[in-house]
């Protein structure tokens, strides 16, 4: 035998003992499984871009008129509407998706019978979970009212008045939006705006009165939107 066959034969003995002393241990190599890569991690909803969409709800008790009858007679009631109203509207804004937090700005106005208008513009605050996203919102509110009322006497009859007036306030409150499709999101929110109160003063007659507007209440709507 040749001297380069020996360190060859060598070898050989080595690797067949590292398989399992035999050829038959190192077909039995191929017998084990092979790991497969683990599957990708899911991806979570993407709430990144621009939105657009509408909503319907209602405003709670958008009125809170009160009377203080400053006549000696003392004989002056105040007769109106506090009901809930009807409201619906349009809203647009974006999100910065950084995780699970998303970071937005929304811009709204909406309609009802007795007001002209009820507008926001808001930041908002949110975190997501799957297909869900709940937020926080809050900013600055502007509405424009055209409510009337009457004011009763037992001696000059009635008389009706109008307590139209615009304002500005805030807005604070929060939702959850629910993606039912890539481009599709659905939601309902709860809105508490802030506008104060106001006093004047008025006539029945020869009865003065004064007047109190609070103008505080609270909204809640369902909302759809289209994100691009």
């Known amino acids: 035998m040749s001297q380069v066959s020996k360190p060859i034969l060598a070898l050989t003995a080595v690797l067949l003992l590292a398989a399992g002393g035999s050829p038959a241990g190192a077909a039995d190599l191929g017998r084990y499984p092979v790991s497969e890569p683990l599957p990708p991690a899911p991806v979570g909803t993407a709430w990144s871009g621009f939105y657009i969409g509408g909503n319907l709800g209602a405003a709670l008790d958008p009125y809170n ?51 002209n208008y009820l507008a926001s513009a808001r930041g908002r605050l949110g975190w997501a979970v799957a297909d869900w996203l709940f937020y926080g919102t809050g900013g600055v509110a502007f509405i424009d009212t055209d409510n009337g009322f009457s004011v009763v006497s037992t001696n000059n009859g009635s008389a009706s008045f109008s307590s139209g007036s615009s304002d500005t306030g805030y807005v604070v409150g929060g939702g959850i939006d629910y993606k039912i499709g890539p481009n599709l999101s659905l939601g309902a929110e709860a809105l508490y705006y802030g506008f104060g109160s106001e006093t004047t003063r008025l006539r029945l007659g020869d009865e003065p009165f004064a007047l109190e507007d609070d103008r505080d209440f609270t909204a809640v709507r369902a909302r759809l939107n289209y994100h691009f």
Do not use: C, H, P, R
């Open 65 to 115: 008129l009160s009377i203080e009858d400053l006549s000696q007679d003392q004989d002056l009631s105040l007769k109106f509407s506090n009901d809930t109203e009807l409201v619906g509207g349009v809203q647009a804004g974006y999100n910065w998706q950084m995780g699970s937090w998303v970071l937005g700005v929304e811009g709204d106005v909406d309609f009802s019978e007795s007001v």
